[in-house]
């Protein structure tokens, strides 16, 4: 059955990549193929809607774990709020409203009533206020913090919470931007401004904590510019992805909102001085966008590619045999062996369906992004030994595919392999970042004209462009005009590459500019 897996990996050139389209040809299908065969998620009967199959919410939950553990380590607790909220309500923060009036889904009628044979909206159940589908939840949030906030000794306020929203998206991709989707946001309440800049920041570092050392995703730390803001902020701050194509992704915002959303929802509270004073808000969410980061940072033409610590199963056990006394020894160990593993706090699982071949199992779960697979066959019983092959392994150059697969693959002592697994594990995570960080090195220049910025992501494809900036917003519109670029971020101080410190001169309106922002085209 070995040798069988080995033929079937050499027809005609149908391997694990078998119905997934190259990154090479056409990167935006090679994505939809990941997803597809990776079973993460599939379109429903909803236009833009998306199922997530129980391996992609697999992913997501272990996500949210790492995330709830960061922010109840920080002292948030979670809460829930309505998912409709009176359009009066949304209506109240003008700025806020304006920027999500497009993307808001409405209930009108609250029943449906069967006439001439047919099923429609009965208009008589007209409601007497609109309800908007939660877009975000500042507004309705803030509505019952007026409840809640009196005095000083009432702050802070320390809430989040995990939700599905909704965003009328006229152009979607699944898991990138869907118009239902699922996040969690927090909301919080201070007595002071130095309190919520210092909680803005703090949650931001969370984010950046999970998307590198969780997710293996290098990230850019920032401010958004006043284009890209989140409506009624008064700082949004950000944390930015380089995906494979060179595209920035969005990963996660944390915004700094004054005292805008309490003052249009009269929150007050007295101060230690006995005086009435307005407080000050933060909010702050990550997606199922996340999902979308890893796919598109990590995988490969073969599949899906998960970081150890977000994979659902870390290692799958194949048992191989002929006969009947073959299947129950393998079968046997490979319990064993996964009882030991799980032992060592690993996720395991054993694949020991009947009537399907070794190799067709090999595939779906590479396709799958398990970061290990075990080969358990007769000979390998006899030397006490297992075969160990990786997801991947960091590219060498001038390498051919077949080198590559052939150091994917290693033959360890059964103890060994066991004992060794969580360092294994741990050096794979370690290289996924590694090599996230050596790509996006690769397709990052600092750039001082405009000559070279156009040269940069019309003729070499593009990617991260370090540019001095002192144009206003009419000038970020003609970027995105004249190369779909736009300002991803105004880095904080320690995130700018060497080189790239220092005052300059503005690429396009060559005014002096006092630092460099962070320009890319993005999803």
């Not at 800049?197 to 590198?212: F, N, Q, S, T």
């Amino acid at each position: 059955m070995g040798k069988n897996g080995n033929q079937q990996q050499q027809q005609g050139g149908k391997t694990a990549a078998d119905g997934i389209t190259p990154r090479a040809k056409d990167y935006g299908q090679w994505y939809l193929d990941v997803v597809k065969r990776g079973d993460l998620a599939e379109h429903s009967n909803v236009r833009g809607c998306m199922v997530i199959k129980p391996h992609g919410y697999a992913v997501w939950e272990k996500l949210q774990r790492a995330l709830d553990d960061r922010f109840k380590a920080t002292g948030h607790q979670n809460a829930y709020f309505p998912l409709f909220i009176p359009l009066s309500l949304l209506a109240k923060e003008e700025e806020h409203a304006a920027g999500f009036a497009k993307e808001c889904a409405v209930v009108t009628h609250y029943r449906l009533k069967a006439m001439d044979g047919k099923v429609g909206v009965d208009p008589e159940s007209k409601l007497e206020e609109p309800l908007v589908v939660r877009p975000t939840s500042e507004t309705i949030i803030w509505a019952q913090y007026k409840n809640w906030i009196q005095s000083y000794r009432d702050l802070p306020i320390l809430v989040n919470q995990w939700a599905n929203v909704v965003r009328w998206e006229m152009r979607t991709r699944l898991f990138l931007r869907t118009a239902e989707f699922l996040w969690q946001e927090g909301h919080t309440a201070h007595a002071t401004e130095a309190e919520a800049l210092e909680e803005v920041r703090r949650m931001l570092e969370v984010y950046a904590d999970v998307a590198e050392n969780v997710m293996a995703v290098p990230v850019v730390k920032g401010h958004k510019s006043e284009g890209e803001r989140f409506a009624g902020a008064v700082d949004t701050q950000c944390i930015e992805g380089m995906m494979q194509d060179g595209k920035a992704l969005q990963m996660g915002t944390s915004h700094y909102l004054g005292q805008n959303f309490a003052k249009s929802a009269g929150v007050q509270f007295l101060n230690k001085e006995g005086k009435l004073e307005y407080v000050y808000a933060t909010s702050w969410g990550v997606s199922t966008r996340l999902i979308g980061a890893l796919i598109m940072t990590h995988s490969d033409d073969a599949g899906l590619v998960l970081p150890p610590a977000l994979a659902p199963i870390q290692v799958v056990i194949v048992p191989i045999y002929k006969t009947d006394e073959e299947k129950s020894a393998t079968t046997a160990e490979a319990m064993a062996v996964a009882d030991a593993l799980r032992g060592k706090g690993i996720a395991v699982k054993v694949d020991d369906r009947e009537g399907m071949q070794p190799g067709a199992k090999y595939y779906e779960w590479e396709r799958k992004g398990v970061p290990v697979r075990i080969e358990i066959g007769p000979r390998d019983l006899e030397k006490g030994s297992l075969c160990l092959v990786r997801r991947f392994v960091p590219e060498v150059e001038g390498e051919t595919e077949q080198e590559a697969r052939r150091r994917k693959k290693s033959f360890v002592a059964r103890a060994e392999a066991i004992d060794g697994m969580p360092a294994m594990l741990a050096e794979m995570q370690k290289e996924l970042l590694e090599i996230a960080r050596a790509r996006r090195a690769k397709r990052t220049r600092i750039i001082d004209t405009l000559e070279d910025f156009e040269h940069f992501f019309k003729e070499e494809g593009g990617g991260f462009a370090w540019v001095h900036w002192a144009g206003g917003q009419a000038e970020e519109e003609e970027m995105v005009r004249r190369f779909e670029t736009s300002i991803r971020c105004i880095p904080f101080d320690d995130q700018l590459p060497p080189g790239a410190e220092g005052p300059g001169t503005c690429i396009l309106t060559g005014k002096p500019s006092e630092r460099r922002v962070l320009m890319a085209k993005a999803y």
